[in-house]
Structure formats: C-alpha cells, structure tokens
C-alpha cells in the first residue's frame, strides 16, 4: 500500500501545474535515419513507425565492433490546435534528444538544442495553425565530433529522442517554461537546523501580453496532510512581454526534516499566479527541507549525524534500449539497489530522466548528479559554452530536489590527452557556486593528485586497484596516503569495480586478463568483499559507490565473452542475474535477515575439493552437504566458509539453513562433480 500511495503521490507531483495543460506526444511519430531533405518527407517508404522515447543505436550500439551509426535520425510527427487554443502560450518541450536537435514546425525551424540528457522548451506559439494539421518535424544527431560533452567516454552514445515529448499550453500570463528546461520555481535553503528553517522561494512569471498585467504571486508549504503551514503572497505588475523573478521568504519553526531513508518526510510546496480572481497558472513540488556537511576526516553529515553514503553507480540504460528508457524500467532499476540496502546512487554519466529524482525524494536516497564532461575536451569557446549550459540546465531543473546533494562538473577529465582542463573546470565550478550555493561542487577523477582535483569544494576518486593495476589489498593503503597528504581535502571513491561474467568460474582467486574473455564471477566477488573491508575501516570517505549497479552498453568494449558489454555490474544487462557480489552488499547493508551460497552458478565441478562460500547476517547458520552438516568459520562482513569438502562424483546438495529468532530460512544449490574416473 506504501508503494502504491507513492507513486500515486508521484504522477501528481510530474503533473505539475493544474491550470496549464500537459499533453504527451509520444505516440504516433515516424522515425527515419540519415539525410533526407524535405523532397522526402511525403514518402512513406522512408519513415517507420515508432513511439517514444526512441533511439537508433538500441541494438547496434551492445553489440560490439564500435561501429554503431553516428549521424542523422528524423522525427516528423502531425499536431492539432483548436479554436480553444487560440490566446494560450504554447510550449513544446523535450525530456532530452542526443545530441544537437533542431525542431521545425510547418516548415519553419523554430529553434536548435545542443546537448544531450538534459530538458529543454520551445515557445511554439507564433508558428502554430490553428484547426489544421501541423507538421513536426525534428532533425537529431549523434554525429561523432560535435563540440557537445561527451566527446569521449566508456559507454554508447545512443542517438535519439531518448525520452518523452510533450505539449504544454498556458495562460498568456504564467511560470515560465523556457529557463533552461526547468519549471520556472526554485526554493533556495539558505539556513537550516532542527530549530528553524530559512528557505527562499523564487518564480519566474512570464507576462506575453503587449500590456502590463497586475498578478498576486502567491507561495505555500503545506504539510504532508494538506495543511497549510506557511503562506505569502507578492502583488506585482508584469512589464508586458517580460520575465520577472518573483520571490519571497520563509522561516519555519522546528522543521520536520527530511532524514535520509529513515524518515524522507516531505512537505508539498505550491505556487500560485492569479490574475483577479481567476489562478492564471501554477506549480506544485515536494520539499524536502534538510541540512548537511560534507568533513575530511567524518565524511557525510545529515542533518547533524554521521550517515556514510554507501551505494553505486547508475546508468539509465537497457538492452536493445539504450537510454530509451520507461518510468516503470527506471523504477525497476532504482527498487533493486534499494532492496540491496543502498542509501546512495551516483547517477552516472548525465542528467537521468525526471522520474528518477522524484522517486530518489520520495525514497530518501542521496545521489550525485553530474554533467558528461568526460575523458577530454575541446579547447574552444563553443565548447565550453555547451558545457555551461549542460551545467546550468542540470541545476535550474533539478534545483529543488533533496536527493541530490552536490553537484558533479566531470569525470576522468585527465584521462585523454589533450588541451589543458583546468580553465575549464574553473569555469564550472564558478557556476556552480552561481547557480547554487547551497550544494557543494565535486568531480570523479581516475588521477588522484591531478590540479583538477583542487578546484571542486570536495572530489572522489575511480579506483581499480586490482583489476586494473595494483592489488585488492592496496586499495586501503591508496586511501590512506591521500588522506595524509591532503588532510583538508574530502575524498571518496566514485567509481570501483571489476568485470565478471555469471556463467564463468574457476577455484581460487587468480586475477584473469582484464582484455580477454575470461572474467570469472568468483573474482569480482573476492575484490568487491577487499574493498568493502577497506571502506568500513575508512570513516573519512564520504561517498562510494561501485561501479556498477548494472552491465551496460559500451560498444568498443570486447572482453568478458560479452562483445559490446562493460560487465562491471553487480546485475546483468539484461536484469535477470543478481550476481555474487549484490548479495554481499546486500548482507551488510540491508538488515532483512538473508542467506545465501556464492558461486552457485558454477554447477559443472571438474576438482573433487573445493570449499563453500555463503553469505548470512542470521543469529546462526548450518551448512550441509549432501545431509551431512559441514562446520563453519565465520568472518567479518558476514562471510561464513567451510573447511575443504569433497564432492562425490555426480550430483552434490548444498543447502544453508540460517535462523533469526524464530525465523528459519534457507539456500540449496546442486553441484555435479564431473569425475574423470
């Protein structure tokens, strides 16, 4: 019923405002890929049918050879306004296209977006037809090359209408829907701790009218019950053909704080433009009012507690989707790693779609947010001008959301050569104090003592000791010396990880060739219980997250036995394999009582000794192996391993029984023992 009640609570919310209408447009559209002019638009041959969101790498782009198309894809699409909208201010806005779009209506090109991943709106108005079709047109390219982030990176560069489009119509005095995607209200925290509250509320109101016009602007908080907490309201006089900020400011007494996954307490915020008597237009959010501090030797601090962020890394992405992604598939992925216990995603490499962060809210888990600056550079103004507005429109539309707690400018910017990346960063992490002062900047970086690094208010590091250099057991040594070295500086890990394919295994821990197609499922689970062990000892990181929550497309990639496939991730691809090493971040992070065999995929056994790996955070637990009951050492982390055992030839039970109270739960597997006798 929780569930229910939230996400019911959530399709309000996305609603938005009730006095402007919101049509979907995803149905109905043709696609066609490569150049075509507009001779061609009239035949039919040429176009497909498809619904959105869409994108034209879904299966090119996983299957190997870094060879999936980079050009041009069409959308055209048939629009219909009615006497009813004539004197409405008609938007047309996008979830996200990648890479550089340009949209025409009847043949007139009405404007173009650079940049992926993020929102962006058009004012349609003067180029519609009223009571006739209207031709849309969209011309999307994810051509290699473009001086748009990515320029480079470890994933696929799906080309597309990777999410929804939508009609949004208005009064002709409303909230704007044109600052950089975003909804046009912004409440700041300028000051909070358990006595008070001092927030900020901003409102855009756009005024289309060749008239001033006189609105009252009104801002309200109101509990989770529907009551009014606080309340004010602006009279002004909107210059005719203007947008002007509105804003007014609040102090709550003893807030009701949004705590993280233990109480992610929510209030409703609204805004109100009314023109007379009549509500011209308005917008309703969540608020989550909360405090926190990032410290180089405490690490994460909510509101006023030690809460370590302990997670992993995200990419909105599916097989034979690419980004193309649904709400439901996005909640899909998310309710996973909550049902492994995380309170934390690093929302990997981009802006993911609106729902995620909404759910995230409602959820209490933290994330960081980033921009794809990624790998390398261009050393040009277009360039860095395409970063900042990928970076503004990241903040303006995410602003209010208390998931998110800091701000990410880029990652692995060292890792290619070429231009220098220092001004660069400079130039964002200035705009990000701009834009928002409330969130601290940071950036992944794979080069540890990189000047990059010192820029940003805080940084985490891409660690791979023992998969791509050094050894598991080095990883806390690694962290040790930074910290030493750089005792005022606050540092995480952003990204560790390392490839396993569910179907491959081999006794013992010998590291496998990282290029080649051998990554066995039992060494992933060996480096991800080293690296927790590390972490657990290591207070002052104040974010890790692994890498990854789930295998993804990255078509350059040949290793693994998965052609096109970074198989880093704790989950398969196609989401039907939960592998090893979830289940050991499961056992120590979610506290429902669990029990689990490692390795129970390796069925075909060629060595008649071999040992019994399980996981359990039980009172106690009895391992048995063909009904014989083996003895147990339990270890730190909740492993448990049984002493050397002997399979007899053919079929061999392995069962776990783990007990909690009066709870008994248990865990069976069949090994075969292929005896060469």
């Known amino acids: 019923m929780k569930l229910i009640y939230t996400f019911l609570i959530l399709c309000c919310w996305l609603s938005g405002s009730v006095h402007a209408q919101r049509l979907s447009i995803n149905d109905c559209w043709k696609f066609a890929k490569g150049n075509i002019d507009m001779s061609m638009l009239s035949q039919q041959a040429v176009w497909t049918n498809i619904t959105l969101p869409h994108t034209w790498n879904g299966y090119d782009g996983q299957n190997g050879g870094d060879d999936y198309y980079r050009g041009t894809g069409w959308y055209m699409r048939a629009l219909s306004f009615d006497k009813n909208d004539r004197g409405k201010c008609i938007y047309l806005r996008f979830g996200a296209a990648n890479y550089l779009t340009e949209v025409y209506l009847n043949g007139v090109s009405i404007g173009t977006h650079s940049g992926g991943y ?136 003893n807030p009701h704080l949004w705590n993280g996954k233990k109480d992610p307490y929510l209030y409703t915020a609204e805004v109100k433009v009314k023109v007379g008597s009549e509500i011209a237009d308005s917008y309703t959010f969540p608020l989550g009012i909360r405090y926190y501090s990032i410290d180089p030797d405490r690490g994460f601090i909510l509101n006023g507690h030690s809460y370590p962020l302990r997670g992993v890394s995200l990419h909105e992405e599916r097989k034979n989707k690419g980004n193309a992604v649904s709400d439901t598939e996005r909640k899909e992925d998310i309710d996973r790693i909550i049902a492994m216990g995380s309170n934390y995603i690093r929302l990997s490499h981009y802006q993911h779609g609106d729902f995620t962060y909404r759910y995230l809210d409602s959820l209490g888990i933290i994330c960081w947010t980033e921009t794809p600056v990624i790998n390398k550079i261009k050393d040009t103004e277009e360039f860095a001008v395409n970063c900042e507005n990928g970076l503004r429109s990241l903040i303006r539309q995410l602003y209010n959301h208390p998931s998110i707690v800091v701000w990410g400018v880029s990652n692995e910017i060292n890792y290619r050569k070429g231009p220098n990346p220092v001004p660069l960063i400079e130039r964002l992490n200035k705009l990000v104090h701009q834009e928002d002062p409330t969130r601290p900047s940071t950036l992944a970086a794979m080069f540890s003592e990189r000047p990059t690094n010192l820029i940003t208010d805080v940084y985490s590091n891409n660690r791979y000791d023992g998969w791509y250099y050094n050894t598991v057991e080095e990883i806390g040594t690694f962290a040790d010396k930074l910290h030493q070295k750089y005792p005022q500086r606050c540092i995480g890990f952003s990204e560790y990880g390392a490839g396993a394919h569910p179907y491959q295994h081999q006794e013992g821990n010998g590291k496998p060739d990282i290029d080649g197609h051998w990554h066995p499922e039992g060494y992933q689970t060996y480096f991800h219980e080293g690296y927790l062990k590390a972490i657990q000892q290591r207070p002052y990181l104040w974010s890790t997250s692994v890498w990854a929550a789930y295998d993804f497309a990255s078509d350059s990639r040949n290793e693994g036995n998965q052609p096109g496939i970074n198989d880093k991730g704790l989950i398969t691809h196609d989401r039907q394999i939960k592998k090893d090493a979830y289940y050991f971040y499961k056992v120590n992070w979610n506290p429902e009582p669990m029990v689990y065999i490692c390795e129970r995929r390796f069925t075909g056994r060629t060595q008649p000794e071999t040992s019994v790996r399980l996981y359990s955070n039980c009172e106690r637990v009895i391992l048995k192996l063909n009904g014989e009951e083996i003895p147990l050492e339990k270890r730190e982390n909740h492993i448990f391993v049984s002493r050397t055992i002997a399979l007899k030839a053919g079929v061999n039970h392995v069962e776990a029984l783990a007990y909690q109270g009066d709870k008994q739960l248990e865990d069976k597997v069949v090994w075969y023992y292929l005896s060469e006798n």
């Open 118 to 253: 993020t929102s962006f709106a058009f004012d349609i108005t003067p180029f519609v037809r009223y009571d006739m079709s209207n031709q849309l047109l969209v011309k999307v390219s994810n051509v290699d090359g473009l001086p748009i982030p990515p320029l480079s990176a470890d994933f696929t560069f799906f080309g597309g209408l990777i999410r929804g489009v939508e009609l949004i119509k208005k009064n002709k005095l409303h909230i704007t829907a044109e600052d950089y995607g975003s909804n046009g209200v912004y409440v700041r925290q300028d000051k909070v701790s358990d006595k008070e509250a001092m927030l900020s509320f901003t409102a855009k109101v756009r005024n289309t009218e060749k008239k001033a016009q006189k609105a009252v602007i009104s801002f309200l908080i109101k509990e989770r019950d529907g009551k009014v907490l606080k309340e004010t309201k602006e009279e002004k006089m909107i210059l005719p053909e203007t947008t002007m900020p509105i804003t007014s400011t609040f102090r709550i007494d």
